[in-house]
């Protein structure tokens, strides 16, 4: 198993601004995910960050907008760049330790003013 | 159309009752079918899995996968105060092992 944390646990920003959303596993994992989930909603893949290689972003989301880095096999950010209330969501730090078994933090909750 | 369909809820229930929780889904594709339980203000986390068609049982819940109709299914029996919270079914291929879709959830309450 995996426990991960997640700073912030939620947070309100201004539109325009920017926020890092920190990860932090307590072993090393290869692969890392960041999810996002609106209210009502299915968790979608916003992209996924192995050590040592750039993150891969899923359709619709850009570096630009969510650049993302992994340092190392137990730490990640992700930054939500140039907010909008679009934005305003859950974000959720995710790691896989083996087939099927995925484990998730407990989540940034995002507000955009 | 969504490749995974799941009825929202909210779905009440009183203690001690079955509880079906259902998703169907597009991509005949999918393999492996997981069940998430989400308590409020956390994260996910992995109920079951199962591989392909037929039956698993892990204490007091079921999973359950048809994939002749593309339909699964989360049998919970005597329920629980404290098994309220929203429950998520997601799948995945072999080959994509990593891109898991999830349904969007169905809220569970268990009334005492």
């Known amino acids: 198993s995996a426990v991960i944390s997640q700073k912030p646990s939620r947070d309100i920003c201004q539109r325009g601004t920017s926020l890092t959303i920190q990860c932090q596993v307590d072993s090393q994992v290869t692969m890392m995910f960041w999810y996002r989930q609106q209210p009502g909603q299915s968790l979608t893949l916003i992209a996924t960050a192995n050590q040592g290689s750039e993150a891969t972003y899923e359709s619709g989301f850009v570096i630009d907008k969510f650049p993302i880095s992994r340092p190392n096999l137990t730490f990640s950010t992700l930054t939500v760049s140039n907010l909008s209330p679009e934005d305003s969501s859950i974000y959720l730090c995710s790691v896989w330790t083996s087939f099927y078994e995925q484990y998730f933090g407990p989540g940034t909750r995002l507000t955009v003013t | 159309q969504k490749e995974v369909e799941q009825d929202p809820g909210p779905l009440s229930v009183p203690e001690g009752a079955i509880v079906s929780l259902n998703c169907t889904y597009s991509n005949s594709a999918f393999q492996y079918f997981m069940w998430y339980r989400q308590y409020s203000r956390k994260g996910p986390e992995l109920l079951m899995y199962?591989?392909?068609?037929g039956n698993k049982e892990d204490g007091r819940f079921t999973a359950q996968v048809d994939k002749s109709s593309k339909y699964i299914s989360l049998f919970i029996r005597d329920s629980q105060p404290s098994d309220s919270a929203t429950y998520l079914c997601a799948m995945t291929t072999y080959s994509s092992a990593s891109k898991i879709i999830f349904g969007s959830g169905t809220r569970l309450s268990i009334r005492p």
């Open positions: 199962t591989y392909s068609s």
